[in-house]
């Protein structure tokens, strides 16, 4: 059937969709009920023309500012990068930053071809002047890019870049997660949670 097969090969284009999961879904979406299927066509069609990125922080938003953004009660003078949009949303759950965000929609990853033009890098340099950010000036850039090769990697390079404003520069810490027994953690976990020690 050239349909479910169309249905299934667009499946797989998504990120984290096997073969296998491509072919479940489609033929979960092939039982489901019409209003279903048409409720799930629409909220697709809804979210593509909606959703846009925030002119300032590039987190996806329905209007020109983010609700972070545009919030007046959080610190515009704390600047924290992350990655992709979800990472916005995992911080907020934490309930522990009270700053902005700066979405650099990627990381660095030279063998893909992903250098820092692919992503909002100028934007956030942009930033660091007192116009950029809403009339604040930034006084911390918070590094929160994953703990990957290629998060290390971009962190490195705005760490470097960054030194050039007068701000301060802090990568968030890594290592023992809470209620880990140290006889399940690697040895690189370890390592830099020695490492990133503080005064207790």
């Not at 349909?3 to 999961?21: E, F, M, T, W, Y």
């Not at 799930?40 to 909606?50: G, I, Q």
């Not at 023992?176 to 399940?184: A, Q, S, T």
Request: proline share 4%.
């Amino acid at each position: 059937m050239k349909s479910l097969d169309k249905l299934i090969a667009n499946l797989r284009r998504l990120p984290g969709v096997g073969p296998k999961q491509a072919q479940r879904l489609a033929l979960h979406l092939f039982r489901a009920s019409e209003p279903e299927t048409e409720a799930l066509v629409a909220a697709l069609r809804e979210a593509k023309e909606r959703i846009r990125t925030c002119s300032r922080c590039f987190d996806y938003s329905e209007s020109a500012l983010c609700s972070l953004c545009g919030d007046p009660g959080r610190d515009a003078g704390l600047v924290c990068v992350v990655e992709d949009p979800w990472d916005v949303r995992a911080i907020e759950r934490s309930g522990s930053y009270q700053g902005l965000y700066h979405v650099l929609h990627g990381a660095l990853s030279p063998l893909d071809g992903v250098g820092p033009q692919a992503l909002r890098v100028r934007e956030l340099f942009e930033r660091l002047g007192s116009a950029g950010n809403g009339g604040v000036s930034v006084r911390e850039v918070i590094l929160a890019t994953d703990l990957d090769t290629e998060g290390e990697a971009t962190a490195l390079y705005l760490a470097e870049t960054l030194r050039r404003w007068p701000v301060k520069i802090t990568r968030i810490a890594q290592g023992v997660p809470l209620g880990g027994d140290l006889d399940y953690i690697d040895e690189r976990t370890l390592s830099c949670a020695l490492t990133a020690r503080r005064e207790f």
